[in-house]
Structures are given as structure tokens and as C-alpha cells.
């Protein structure tokens, strides 16, 4: 059977399950699948103007948040929940109780990651590391400052590079099995000969 109609079958059973079930029975099936994973927007603020970023093209008000709905979220996932990336468009570094959020995470046993623009790594160490934190993603979008200023607008390339060397050197101090660090760049037409220069540099 090819795929796509194997997957056509699959979804229009699942439509007439979900059909066949009452309201109650429905909440109850759904309770009983609690999601696994969840990206959590801990923040609505960036430091950073980045042209294609949506943070500064869709009108929206600056929030955080709270500790106390983390909290909750945690209650109403019932230890379902094993994984959670702590970034959707917003800076997660920016948050000034970021790392009390991971924590909360780390101790239910759920794994946590977050991407960042890198600006406040080296001055938030001690943080993450005795936060718990598994993972973090850094944009590095560029091997020179002209080449990465070109889509990170406010950023600054040496204190980015700064910051993820003395992350991993810090990591290496330590012995520390994580976070793991995964460096990574968005490459456009304007830098793509330039790919043989970012591989050297990663």
C-alpha cells in the first residue's frame, strides 16, 4: 500500500474514533495520552532585531513566564511529560528566572533544552551548569562579525564566540556530561561559498 493513502487510512480512522466517542470518554482518551514533549515560549522579549524573526514581525506585548505556571504545568502533565524545549521565538537568556524553570524541570526528571542567540552565555555559567540544564542550541549565523551582522541585527559576533568557547570550556573543566552544545548556523545565498570556512571554524 503506498504511503500516502496508508497515512489517509490512519488519519480517517483516528477521525471516526474521535467522532464515536462522547465528550466525557473523549477528555478521559485524552488524559490518557498525555503529550511526551512540549516547546514552552518562556519569553516574548529578544535582544536582538533579526529581519526574518516573527519576535519583531507579529505585534505581541513582552511577557514571562511565570514560575508558578511552570508549576502547574508540571501537575497537570502528571509525569508524562520527558522532554521540553524552553524556546519558540522569544530569547530565553533574557529571562531573569530562566534557569529556576529548568531546574523545576530537571528535578521532575524531564529533559530541557533551549536555543539562544548566544548574547548572554559567558555572564550566565554558573547558572546552567548547576541548573541541570541537557541541552542548548547557539546561533552562530556567520564565520566573521561583517558576515554574521548581516542577519543578526544588535548581535555581536566575538561576544557569541566568546561565550560558547567559554561554555565548552567550561563543560571540559568541569567533566561535566552536558548540557549538550550544538553550535549552529543558517547559511543564505550570500555565504554559501563560505562553507568550507564554517566547517573549519565549528
Not at 18 to 36: K, Q
Not at 123 to 150: H, K, N, P, T
Not at 167 to 188: D, N, S, T, W, Y
Amino acid at each position: 500500500m503506498p504511503e500516502v493513502l496508508h497515512r489517509r487510512l490512519v488519519q480517517a480512522a483516528k477521525r471516526a474514533v474521535y467522532a464515536s466517542l462522547g465528550d466525557r470518554l473523549l477528555v478521559r482518551f485524552v488524559l490518557a495520552r498525555l503529550p511526551r514533549s512540549a516547546n514552552v515560549e518562556v519569553t516574548t522579549v529578544c535582544n536582538l532585531a533579526c529581519p526574518l524573526c516573527p519576535t519583531h514581525i507579529v505585534p505581541r506585548t513582552s511577557r514571562t513566564l511565570g514560575v508558578e505556571l511552570v508549576e502547574a504545568l508540571l501537575e497537570s502533565a502528571g509525569g508524562a511529560l520527558k522532554s521540553v524545549c524552553l524556546h519558540v521565538q522569544g530569547e530565553p537568556t533574557v529571562h531573569p528566572r530562566l534557569y529556576d524553570i529548568v531546574r523545576l524541570f530537571a528535578w521532575r526528571g524531564v529533559e530541557v533544552w533551549f536555543g539562544t542567540n548566544g548574547m548572554l552565555l559567558e555572564q550566565q555559567l554558573d547558572e546552567l551548569f548547576d541548573s541541570g540544564l541537557d541541552g542548548i542550541a547557539i546561533d552562530l549565523d556567520g564565520v566573521d562579525a561583517e558576515d554574521y551582522g548581516r542577519y543578526r541585527k544588535r548581535g555581536d559576533f566575538e561576544r557569541v564566540l566568546g561565550g560558547a568557547r567559554a561554555l565548552i570550556a567550561e563543560k571540559l573543566r568541569r567533566g561535566a556530561a552536558k548540557p549538550f552544545v550544538q553550535i549552529q548556523m543558517v547559511m543564505f545565498s550570500y555565504n554559501e561559498r563560505r562553507l568550507p570556512e564554517v566547517r573549519e571554524l565549528l
